[in-house]
Nanobody, 121 residues
């Protein structure tokens, strides 16, 4: 089993910054892609950013130029640096990871519980 634990959320004023972290632990042989999604009250979960094990990144249009995803493979941790935050960024931010638990096994996608980000105007 694999656990993902997010941290770093909180309350920030518009224009401020936050850095989210998500650490994976458990039965892990390798982690391929890791990513961040967010879900605001009454809205569907939406993609924010993704990073492969090789460091290739992809961002939602809403995140481009303001958010930066990175990872530390040695720590099985993915980060999301969020700058120039806006009230519309307010949401529960969830990380995921595509984990191979054993050599040669299929990847399984695991999700964290989420960390709340609130941006005040």
């Amino acid at each position: 089993q694999v656990q993902l634990v997010e941290s770093g959320g909180g309350l920030v004023q518009a224009g401020g910054s936050l850095r989210l972290s998500c650490a994976a632990s458990g039965t892990i042989f390798s982690i391929n892609a890791m990513g961040w999604y967010r879900q605001a009250p009454g809205k569907q979960r939406e993609f924010v950013a993704r990073i492969t094990s090789g460091g290739s990144t992809k961002y939602a249009n809403s995140a481009k130029g303001r958010f930066t995803i990175s990872r530390d493979n040695a720590k099985n941790t993915v980060y999301l640096q969020m700058n120039s935050l806006k009230p519309e960024d307010t949401a529960d931010y969830l990380c995921n990871a595509d984990v191979s638990p054993y050599s040669g096994s299929t990847d399984y996608r695991y999700w964290g519980q989420g960390t709340q980000v609130t941006v005040s105007s």
